[in-house]
């Protein structure tokens, strides 16, 4: 059995642009869900999926991998289960866990529990 925390990430937020690239206690959203995501040694795989590349170096740099999905899966017309699905064609787990940058209060604690309650 195979987990993946998947952390989707869109660059082009209409309300509040770059979002996942907004600072929070000195370091991007998107940063602060990636270390979660590897504190709770849950996962065997943490991934940022987004269709844009500035993600990627960003991911890699805190020991993620980076799925780069088609930019038509980035705009405000495509759905989570689009994306979701796209991302589950190209990567083998048992389990995907979506694990949200914009939840900066969202605690490991609370992942551990999520996942334990799925897993059940």
């Not at 990636?34 to 269709?51: M, Q």
């Not at 389990?95 to 897993?119: G, N």
Request: with cysteine; proline share 6%; aromatic share 10%.
């Amino acid at each position: 059995m195979k987990s993946v925390a998947m952390i989707p990430a869109r660059m082009g937020s209409q309300r509040l642009p770059k979002k996942n690239l907004a600072d929070f206690h000195g370091s991007p959203l998107i940063v602060h869900a990636i270390r979660k995501c590897f504190a709770t040694k849950l996962f065997d795989e943490v991934w940022v999926n987004s269709e844009h590349p500035d993600f990627g170096p960003i991911a890699e740099a805190e020991g993620a991998q980076f799925h780069q999905r088609p930019e038509e899966l980035g705009n405000n017309n495509a759905t989570s289960e689009q994306f979701i699905a796209e991302f589950l064609e190209k990567r083998d787990c048992t389990f995907v866990y979506q694990v949200h940058s914009i939840a900066p209060l969202l605690s490991t604690a609370d992942l551990t529990r999520f996942v334990a309650e799925m897993q059940t």
